[in-house]
Protein backbone atom coordinates (compact mmCIF):
# COMPACT_ATOMS: atom_id res chain seq x y z
CA UNK A 1 0.00 0.00 0.00
CA UNK A 2 1.18 3.20 -0.93
CA UNK A 3 2.15 5.79 1.68
CA UNK A 4 2.61 9.22 2.17
CA UNK A 5 3.47 10.36 5.36
CA UNK A 6 3.55 14.51 6.24
CA UNK A 7 5.92 15.80 9.24
CA UNK A 8 7.03 18.81 10.65
CA UNK A 9 3.97 21.06 10.91
CA UNK A 10 3.20 23.16 14.51
CA UNK A 11 2.36 26.37 15.82
CA UNK A 12 5.15 28.82 14.89
CA UNK A 13 4.86 32.67 15.35
CA UNK A 14 4.40 35.15 12.30
CA UNK A 15 7.83 35.53 10.40
CA UNK A 16 9.02 32.07 11.88
CA UNK A 17 10.00 29.24 9.67
CA UNK A 18 8.89 25.24 9.41
CA UNK A 19 10.25 22.69 7.18
CA UNK A 20 8.18 20.28 6.19
CA UNK A 21 8.87 16.37 4.97
CA UNK A 22 6.65 14.29 3.15
CA UNK A 23 7.94 10.47 3.34
CA UNK A 24 6.67 8.57 0.50
CA UNK A 25 7.12 4.62 0.43
CA UNK A 26 5.97 1.42 -2.13
CA UNK A 27 6.07 3.83 -4.87
CA UNK A 28 8.89 4.36 -7.53
CA UNK A 29 9.53 8.21 -6.37
CA UNK A 30 11.78 9.33 -8.48
CA UNK A 31 9.34 8.81 -11.63
CA UNK A 32 7.01 10.86 -9.76
CA UNK A 33 5.61 14.67 -10.00
CA UNK A 34 5.39 15.54 -6.35
CA UNK A 35 3.24 18.71 -4.83
CA UNK A 36 2.55 20.36 -2.01
CA UNK A 37 -1.37 21.86 -1.24
CA UNK A 38 -2.93 23.49 1.33
CA UNK A 39 -6.51 24.12 2.46
CA UNK A 40 -7.36 26.46 5.03
CA UNK A 41 -10.86 25.97 7.12
CA UNK A 42 -14.10 27.16 4.28
CA UNK A 43 -11.85 27.40 1.80
CA UNK A 44 -10.83 25.17 -1.58
CA UNK A 45 -7.72 22.91 -1.06
CA UNK A 46 -4.84 25.48 -3.36
CA UNK A 47 -1.34 24.20 -4.66
CA UNK A 48 1.71 25.41 -3.09
CA UNK A 49 4.11 24.19 -5.04
CA UNK A 50 5.23 21.34 -7.31
CA UNK A 51 8.66 20.00 -8.73
CA UNK A 52 8.84 17.80 -11.38
CA UNK A 53 10.82 14.05 -11.76
CA UNK A 54 13.81 16.53 -13.43
CA UNK A 55 13.46 19.32 -10.64
CA UNK A 56 12.01 21.88 -12.27
CA UNK A 57 9.89 24.05 -9.36
CA UNK A 58 6.71 25.97 -9.68
CA UNK A 59 5.11 28.08 -6.92
CA UNK A 60 1.96 29.60 -6.14
CA UNK A 61 2.39 33.77 -6.22
CA UNK A 62 1.76 33.69 -2.27
CA UNK A 63 5.15 31.88 -1.29
CA UNK A 64 7.52 33.05 -4.27
CA UNK A 65 10.58 33.95 -2.56
CA UNK A 66 9.17 32.34 0.93
CA UNK A 67 8.80 28.74 0.86
CA UNK A 68 10.92 26.71 -1.19
CA UNK A 69 9.77 23.00 -2.59
CA UNK A 70 12.85 20.14 -2.87
CA UNK A 71 13.44 16.37 -3.08
CA UNK A 72 15.63 13.60 -1.88
CA UNK A 73 15.02 10.57 -4.47
CA UNK A 74 17.49 8.67 -2.68
CA UNK A 75 15.88 9.00 0.56
CA UNK A 76 11.97 8.65 -0.98
CA UNK A 77 10.94 12.24 0.65
CA UNK A 78 9.80 15.65 -0.67
CA UNK A 79 10.67 18.97 1.37
CA UNK A 80 8.81 22.11 1.92
CA UNK A 81 10.92 24.84 3.41
CA UNK A 82 9.01 27.84 4.71
CA UNK A 83 10.36 30.98 5.62
CA UNK A 84 8.59 34.35 6.74
CA UNK A 85 5.68 32.65 7.30
CA UNK A 86 2.26 34.67 8.21
CA UNK A 87 -0.92 33.74 9.05
CA UNK A 88 -2.25 33.66 6.00
CA UNK A 89 -0.10 30.52 5.47
CA UNK A 90 -2.07 28.23 8.14
CA UNK A 91 -3.49 25.21 6.80
CA UNK A 92 -3.49 21.74 6.46
CA UNK A 93 -0.74 21.14 3.85
CA UNK A 94 -0.58 17.79 2.03
CA UNK A 95 1.54 16.18 -0.08
CA UNK A 96 0.96 14.83 -3.66
CA UNK A 97 2.63 12.20 -5.95
CA UNK A 98 1.43 12.26 -9.22
CA UNK A 99 2.32 9.79 -11.60
CA UNK A 100 -0.25 10.29 -14.19
CA UNK A 101 2.47 11.42 -17.15
CA UNK A 102 3.39 7.37 -16.72
CA UNK A 103 0.12 5.27 -16.50
CA UNK A 104 0.61 5.82 -12.78
CA UNK A 105 -1.78 6.74 -10.28
CA UNK A 106 -1.99 9.88 -7.84
CA UNK A 107 -1.47 9.92 -4.16
CA UNK A 108 -2.17 12.20 -1.33
CA UNK A 109 -0.99 12.25 2.25
CA UNK A 110 -3.44 12.87 5.09
CA UNK A 111 -1.93 16.40 5.57
CA UNK A 112 -0.53 18.11 8.60
CA UNK A 113 -1.59 21.06 10.19
CA UNK A 114 0.64 24.34 9.65
CA UNK A 115 -0.49 27.41 12.36
CA UNK A 116 1.12 30.56 12.42
CA UNK A 117 0.02 32.96 15.29
CA UNK A 118 1.40 35.21 17.91
Known amino acids: QVQLVESGGGLVQPGGSLRLSCAAS????????MGWYRQAPGKQRELVAL???????NYADSVKGRFTISRDNAKNTLYLQMNSLKPEDTAVYYC????????????WGQGTQVTVSS
Open 51 to 57: ITKGGSR
Open 96 to 107: HADGRAYGLYDY
Open 26 to 33: RITFSLYA
